[in-house]
């Protein structure tokens, strides 16, 4: 019985896990932070992606993120900037790779942050 809750467990944590559900991830640091006159949030992270717009802190629009966490990624970004750390960034599925995300466009598949690391 032990064995099998353990097993249990270790599924559901996997299956939670923010890398379980995400169909690709990017990582690094931040080399591009931005915010324009919207709220829309611009990033890049060094060498692994251009810069593209993940969330808005004003109105959610076609941005899978509400406006509200969007603003904790925002701050997260903002300090890993600040002290050269890295973050992960996970996507759903859209079609892209880290290399290929679209410069300076919506990249509305954004869900999660993970860092600074």
């Not at 591009?32 to 006159?37: A, T």
């Not at 701050?75 to 996507?91: D, F, Q």
């Not at 859209?94 to 466009?105: D, F, H, I, Q, V």
Request: charged share 10%; hydrophobic share 45%.
């Amino acid at each position: 019985m032990l064995m099998k809750n353990r097993a249990l467990l270790a599924a559901l944590l996997t299956v939670s896990s923010p890398a379980a559900w995400s169909i690709y991830s990017c990582a690094g640091p931040v080399g591009f932070l931005g915010i324009d006159q919207g709220g829309v949030v611009a990033v890049a992270l060094s060498n692994a992606t251009p810069i593209h717009k993940v969330c808005s802190i004003g109105t959610q629009g076609a941005f899978q993120m509400a406006p509200v966490p969007c603003k904790a990624v925002y701050a997260a970004l903002l300090s890993a900037r600040l002290t050269g750390k890295s973050v992960t960034i996970y996507y759903e599925d859209n079609g892209r790779t880290c290399a290929t995300l679209p410069s300076w466009e919506n990249v509305p598949t954004m869900y999660f942050l993970e860092g600074p690391n």
